[in-house]
């Protein structure tokens, strides 16, 4: 079992950065593909990125990709979200998940909310026009 904790929203200007993190509990957090969701209001909970255990291989929604990158790091049971050119169509709150079951990366599987086992509760980011 993990748990995870997110960090680093907040309120920017369209154009401008932010990084997430998710820290997540344990010493087995390399045993984990690891993803990052959004919801904005009156919204389904929609797919940004996901990355595999070691990091290796890691994918992105339409939406961003080009402007945000995944990343993890083991050693410090941490993922996180670099997010660049940031719209205000990326408001929302911003949720890491992570999957224990699955052993490899999948671009059909990991897109789903349900395929992962462990959830954040979450951090806000708030993209000004």
């Known amino acids: 079992q993990v748990q995870l904790v997110e960090s680093g929203g907040g309120l920017v200007q369209a154009g401008g950065s932010l990084r997430l993190s998710c820290a997540g509990s344990g010493r087995t957090f390399s045993r984990y593909v690891m993803g990052w969701f959004r919801q904005a209001p009156g919204m389904e909970r929609e797919f940004v990125a996901a990355?595999?255990?070691?990091?290796?291989?890691?994918f992105y929604s339409d939406s961003v990709k080009g402007r945000f990158t995944i990343s993890r790091d083991n050693a410090k049971s941490t993922a996180n979200l670099q997010m660049n050119s940031l719209k205000p169509e990326d408001t929302a709150v911003y949720y890491c998940?992570?999957?224990?079951?699955?052993?490899?990366?999948?671009?059909?599987?990991?897109?789903?909310?349900?395929?992962?086992?462990?959830w954040g509760q979450g951090t806000q980011v708030t993209v000004s026009s």
């Open positions: 998940a992570a999957d224990s079951r699955g052993v490899y990366l999948s671009t059909t599987f990991h897109v789903n909310v349900s395929h992962y086992d462990y």
């Open positions: 990355i595999s255990r070691s990091g290796g291989s890691r």
